[in-house]
């Protein structure tokens, strides 16, 4: 159980980064910024939204933000972690001590995860003051959960970007892992199944009515979509941020959002220890 | 010297480490045992940083197996850190922790519950204990590190250069650590490339050159070996080809070199005369010579820059005389 040793180590470490308290600072403005911004819209429509829907609303306009800014948050905080000590030398100090790499690939996950949580519950606990002074309402329930998945998104970007740490030998190299891997979800992905169906079309657009099941699959795979999915599975009111029906099959329900999740948050991380298990320091 | 109980702290069984083409480590045999200190030397690259490397799991064995503390040091590693102090080489601090969490973190990952502050003051740091370790001089990084290596009274300390950074005063101070542990029962294996730090506190010396142990006893053992052995300085007018051969193949010579018109040899006493003749017979005319007895420096030197006494291999490179690291 040594991890729990690293974890707390690096936690403490990490937290004291300045990267870090510039990426939280941007993450409370943006959530507060939309908390004003949704406040303000329905008054300006002259429709004063009921209960819970104005905390709904917020929640599909906070996880466009979301799904940018903690991936983000997740893989600066995360790329670093073990290549940046097998740099600098730390890690010699760190496996001077009795734990296993296993067990620092682990405990450097979950220390860091701790860090992102921290940024991500500072930026909703301050997105729910605001909402408290503006709203008439506030679904408090149903917002505390999706910070609680949106932890969970951080956690998977932490993840994949200690695979990479852990996996490559030099820092650089970690960084447009990192990076390429950021663009190639929030830029790149959702792009495929569209560039796909054109070519297989005779280069030219098809005319689809329904979005066919791989394209659809291929699209939760991200996991900024799963993260959706994972989200509307648990708070049924934002069902409808995403396109799925109820015959669909298993893999296109909802729930298989947090499949997507679990593997992006063990099979990169699994590959890059294999790999730094397996080399000279 | 020996304990009774021939226990192996460290225990290395041909062990071959290679690097793409460069061989760190050459079938290395090494045996350490429980309660000493040994004394490991070698100038830097020998692969004094590599085996320990080996012994800690930082880096696997091309061939041949390691022990330490009667673990596998491959399959058993953590077994073997539960129980092993550690100061390596070319380590860095986290510089946003202070000292005190360093050596709490030390505490925690050995479930130890060593008080820091008095670690801290053990290896002289409890001033800045408190400070961030990213502002510490070198020397404080290395008795802070030195201080987590003692954390849970561990039965071996690893110490790679451990008197890197540090000004005298330290080094003796790191001395006085080393025997303190070792009267505690500890057995202590430290890497040098200064013979002073090692002769004053070893109880057995090893020394690595190019991966390959070419000598190892106590340092009494060693002194023994050099009050017999003289260097015997020649000035010739000239160095026909072929003297330093001739000379070399004499029994007891164990180097010699030239430089310029001056030959070094390093032989037995009693064949000083011998060494003379021979340069002479070579058709050099002597025109001046000095003798004094070696001290363990210059054996450490012919054993780590040159030929070794004991290794039989001899050199007679013309210009490489005297040369020292």
Redesign the interface.
Known sequence: MSWTAVAEKDFRDAIRSRMLIALTVLFVLFAVGFTYLFSAIPRVLGNAAPDTAATIALLSALNNASALVVPLIGLVVGYKALVGERASGSLKLLLGLPHSRRDVVIGKLVGRTGVVAVAVLVGFAAAAVAAFVLYDSFAIVEFATYAVLTVLLGAVFVAIAVGFSAGLRSTSWALYGAIGLFVLFEFVWNFVPVVVLYVINGFELPQLTTTPEWASLFALLNPQRAYSYAAASVIPELSESVPTEAGDPFYLQEPFGFVVLAFWLVVPLALGYLRFDGTDL | MHRSADVAAIELDSVTKRYGDVVALRELDLHVQEGEIYGFLGPNGAGKSTTI?LL?????PTAGSARVLGHDARTE???V??RTG?????????D??SGR??LA??A???DADDDPGRVAERVGIADALDRKAGGYSKGMAQRL?LG??LVGEPDLLILDEPSTGLDPNGAREMREIIRSERDRGATVFFSSHILGQVEAVCDRVGILRDGELVAEDTVEGLRDATVTEATLIVEVDRIPEGTLGAVCALGDVSAASADGTVITVSCQNASKTAVLSTIEDAGASIEDFTTRDASLEDLFVSYTSGAGPRDGTREAGADSGGARP
């Open positions: 490397d800690l799991d930082f880096a696997r590693s953590v077994r850190r539960e550690v100061l390596p080489e070319g380590f860095h601090v986290y946003r922790l969490q360093h973190f030390a925690d990952s050995k590190v987590m290596a």
